[in-house]
């Protein structure tokens, strides 16, 4: 008889244990052993493998893909003649439990947690009609790309744009009082238009606003992210001061045009900088000159201006400033925001992604690590 034969029915419904390891949840990014998610696993004498397995939601949108991945899996236990997958919805008392573990007991915001190694960039600028939206979208798709996990909070209350720039559609799933963001291309997103009917207003105040971010940064399992990116309002207004007080270790990324003004914007925005105590991570120059069919650059909206930015910027800081890149005036890279696909990934080696690709890049040259960050520490005495 072949060792197959000898396997016991315990034997192999631990190998499938051990093989359901990585079969992972699409929305979670955790393996189903790990969420409590494998409800039961039998064999029978005649080597029937059943598998019942716990979906987070009734109608889960991913229900067809785990129970596909989970049968892949569980087929490569030697001695099983077939595989059954079923699936049922987790009750309350069992979503409960999920979420918890996933919280680790307690509501918080993880970014703010000992130890999180995620970096923070809030897109700012001093006015609106900068590109700054779309600056944020091709800067997450690029790191994405760059085989890094993104997050993106479109913290733009009253002019959300994140989801139509990646191209979502769905609502988050809810997992009793805990969200799963969308993801597209990628990338994480959270954005009060999945919640709100096309054509309508939110029409919300400072404090709504406020707690808005605040559920987006605590209620949102965003997993293990390297980099998270908020899409804030223009100006200075109660948007950047709540993520500010919310989260503090975030370093603002200021977008602006190389226009005259630019530089009045920046005294604003480096005020506020100053106050909040924020850190300012550099300047992008948006809409840097559009390239002539014949090959020569026109300074639609003049020159200069990311230089006039960081330096003022740096004089109000007291630090310096570096210009992080200059991105072409580009009729694809709005063609790609209106079709939910960024142009880093469309048309990669164009000068215009190539640029962003570089800011992207800049903001994240520094390996993420434990240096700099306060460790806590004890002296034992003899």
Not at 3 to 30: C, F, G, K, Q, Y
Not at 99 to 118: A, D, E, V, Y
Request: glycine share 10%.
């Amino acid at each position: 008889m072949s060792t197959t034969e000898h396997t016991s029915a315990d034997d192999r419904v631990a190998l499938i244990h051990e093989a359901l390891n990585a079969v992972i949840d699409p929305e979670i990014h955790r393996p189903i052993t790990e969420l409590g998610m494998v409800d039961s696993v039998t064999v029978d004498p005649d080597g029937i493998a059943r598998v019942q397995v716990l979906l987070t939601i009734e109608g889960c949108p991913m229900r067809d893909r785990i129970e596909r991945d989970t049968a892949e899996a569980t087929a490569t236990v030697p001695g099983l003649s077939r595989v059954e997958v079923s699936t049922s919805a987790m009750n309350e008392e069992q979503r409960r439990e999920l979420t918890n573990r996933l919280r680790q007991g307690r509501r918080q915001i993880p970014f703010n947690q000992p130890g999180s190694l995620t970096r923070i960039y809030a897109i700012s600028s001093g006015k609106g009609g900068v590109g700054k939206s779309t600056v944020t979208a091709n800067l997450a798709a690029a790191m994405a790309a760059d085989g890094l996990r993104v997050g993106v909070i479109d913290a733009d209350i009253h002019g959300f744009s994140m989801p139509g720039m990646f191209g979502i559609t769905a609502q988050p799933t809810k997992v009793s009082d805990l969200l799963m963001p969308p993801e597209a291309h990628g990338v994480a997103v959270m954005s009060i238009g999945m919640f709100v009917p096309e054509g309508q207003a939110v029409v919300w105040r400072g404090p709504k606003m406020h707690r808005a971010i605040e559920q987006f940064a605590s209620d949102v399992f965003w997993g293990d992210l390297d980099v998270l990116l908020l899409d804030l309002p223009p100006g200075t207004g109660d948007v950047a001061i709540s993520v500010a007080q919310l989260l503090p270790s975030a370093q603002m990324v200021v977008v602006t045009t190389p226009q005259q003004s630019a530089s009045l914007v920046a005294e604003r925005v480096g005020s506020l900088a100053t106050s909040t105590e924020q850190e300012v991570a550099g300047v992008v120059e948006n809409m840097a000159g559009l390239t002539l069919p014949d090959g020569t650059v026109m300074d639609v909206f003049g020159s200069g201006g990311g230089d006039r930015v960081a330096a003022t910027l740096a004089g109000a800081v007291g630090h310096d400033v570096p210009v992080l890149g200059r991105v072409g005036l580009d009729p694809a890279l709005r063609e790609g925001a209106d079709r939910g696909v960024p142009l880093v990934l469309t048309a990669p080696d164009s000068p215009t992604a190539m640029a962003l690709k570089g800011v992207a890049r800049a903001l994240v040259r520094k390996p993420r690590g434990l240096e700099g960050m306060k460790l806590p520490l004890s002296v034992a005495k003899s």
